[in-house]
């Protein structure tokens, strides 16, 4: 038996930019991917059948046997993971009129359709509640509930290694990996539980109310501010005030400045003193720019931020207005504030800005890899030279 998480074009693009360089089954909502989190659920490995210039960098098996296959937005619990199991070969399960799993012996290939394997199977209907990452927005919305669902998962059973007796803990619901270090610092549980990654760092004077999910490696610096509801992913640094965000991992926001109901992919950086707005003057609705629908799409949100793809910069003082989305590889100067819909790969930020040259966009990924003793490969590369090509009729 081998279980997929699967993409499908029809959904998958109201996920840009974050999706753009990754499958939707690697976004990050709580403490782990979506991927990750199926993993600790079913407890064996699961594989992933996403957009072909995708597929080189994540992991597929070729399978001519029995396959789950499921819906790679979906997120897992209990129940639901008890009902996929019990499926068998030639049922699927929906939700609503949404597919979410099928199972199958006809195996399964790396482009498959999956909702053709599903034609004449026998329907299940799953009727419990189900979360599911249809815009965006919606990661931010469900990451508090997300982080004590991954709190549980990833403490059970297990004993939290120690803090240091300068630190004030409110409340007891805080777990503390090997090498995870803290000092001086204020963590209120009462308002969700704490997770502090591997080696992870807290340092002076910082104060954090969960629920909160410090990846491996991070750092939180000197005075930081964190309200609930935020994830910072692995290999970061961050400072100042973050509120209801989720920083993918390997990104830095080290300075002073407001995040706020916001979702930052791989590889960024904010300037000092770079913040964003999640709260319209008029307190209207937010609408954010929808790749799918190539338009602005109403979020239903009074308070909404902004959203920023990989390997994206921008420069000091730089202020987002509320809504922003900022696409991949896009580097942002010399504007106060830019536009609220920043394609992908552009040089400047504002009204009919450059395109950032993508040899050089590429040389500088390189060296931000290297700081992190990371190697950017040929699966890395390739995946940045096409979707430059993908996002041509965004940049207009």
């Known amino acids: 038996?081998?279980?997929?998480?699967?993409?499908?074009?029809?959904?998958?693009?109201?996920?840009?930019?974050?999706?753009?360089?990754?499958?939707?089954?690697?976004?990050?909502?709580?403490?782990?991917?979506?991927?990750?989190?199926?993993?600790?659920?079913?407890?064996?490995?699961?594989?992933?059948?996403?957009?072909?210039?995708?597929?080189?960098?994540?992991?597929?098996?070729?399978?001519?046997?029995?396959?789950?296959?499921?819906?790679g937005n979906v997120l897992p619990d209990a129940a639901l993971c008890d009902t996929v199991r019990e499926l068998g070969p030639g049922q699927s399960l929906y939700y609503h009129d949404l597919l979410i799993a099928v199972h199958t012996e006809e195996g399964v290939n790396a482009h498959?359709?999956?909702?053709?394997?599903?034609?004449?199977?026998?329907?299940?209907?799953?009727?419990?509640?189900?979360?599911?990452?249809?815009?965006?927005?919606?990661i931010f919305l469900q990451n508090g509930a997300e982080i004590a669902k991954d709190f549980e998962l990833l403490t059970r059973g297990r004993t939290s290694a120690s803090l240091s007796s300068s630190n004030t803990v409110i409340g007891d619901r805080i777990f503390v990996e090997e090498?995870?270090?803290?000092?001086?610092?204020?963590?209120?549980?009462?308002?969700?539980?704490?997770?502090?990654?591997?080696?992870?760092?807290?340092?002076e004077g910082a104060y954090i109310r969960g629920p909160f999910a410090l990846g491996e490696g991070s750092q939180v610096k000197m005075g930081a501010k964190i309200y609930s509801n935020v994830t910072v992913g692995p290999g970061s640094r961050v400072g100042?005030?973050?509120?209801?965000?989720?920083?993918?991992?390997?990104?830095?926001?080290?300075?002073?400045?407001?995040?706020?109901?916001?979702?930052?992919?791989?590889?960024?950086?904010?300037?000092?003193?770079?913040?964003?707005?999640?709260?319209?003057?008029?307190?209207?609705?937010?609408?954010?720019?929808?790749?799918?629908?190539?338009?602005?799409?109403?979020?239903?949100?009074?308070?909404?931020?902004?959203?920023?793809?990989?390997?994206?910069k921008c420069a000091i003082n730089t202020a987002f207005n509320t809504g922003t989305v900022v696409g991949v590889g896009a580097s942002i100067f010399n504007q106060s504030t830019p536009l609220k819909f920043v394609p992908d790969f552009t040089w400047g930020g504002?009204?009919?800005?450059?395109?950032?040259e993508l040899e050089k966009m590429i040389d500088t990924a390189k060296l931000v890899f290297a700081r992190r003793n990371r190697t950017f490969d040929t699966s890395e590369e390739n995946i940045l030279r096409y979707v430059f090509g993908l996002t041509v009729k965004y940049r207009g």
């Open 1 to 71: 038996m081998h279980i997929y998480l699967y993409d499908n074009a029809s959904w998958r693009n109201h996920l840009y930019p974050l999706a753009l360089t990754r499958p939707v089954s690697d976004l990050r909502i709580g403490a782990l991917t979506i991927r990750e989190k199926w993993v600790k659920w079913m407890g064996e490995q699961v594989f992933v059948v996403t957009s072909e210039y995708l597929q080189g960098k994540y992991p597929f098996h070729q399978n001519g046997g029995e396959s789950i296959c499921i819906r």
């Open 112 to 138: 498959q359709v999956v909702e053709d394997l599903a034609k004449g199977t026998e329907a299940k209907h799953y009727k419990k509640p189900l979360s599911i990452i249809h815009f965006p927005e919606f």
């Open 179 to 203: 090498g995870a270090v803290a000092e001086c610092a204020t963590f209120n549980t009462k308002t969700g539980p704490i997770y502090l990654g591997r080696n992870s760092e807290v340092w």
């Open 240 to 312: 100042g005030e973050l509120n209801t965000s989720v920083i993918w991992g390997n990104s830095s926001k080290g300075h002073e400045g407001y995040m706020g109901n916001a979702v930052i992919g791989e590889w960024c950086n904010w300037g000092a003193g770079t913040s964003n707005s999640n709260l319209k003057n008029n307190y209207r609705q937010v609408r954010l720019y929808d790749y799918h629908d190539e338009g602005y799409r109403n979020t239903g949100l009074q308070f909404c931020g902004m959203l920023m793809g990989d390997h994206a």
């Open 350 to 356: 504002e009204e009919n800005s450059a395109t950032y």
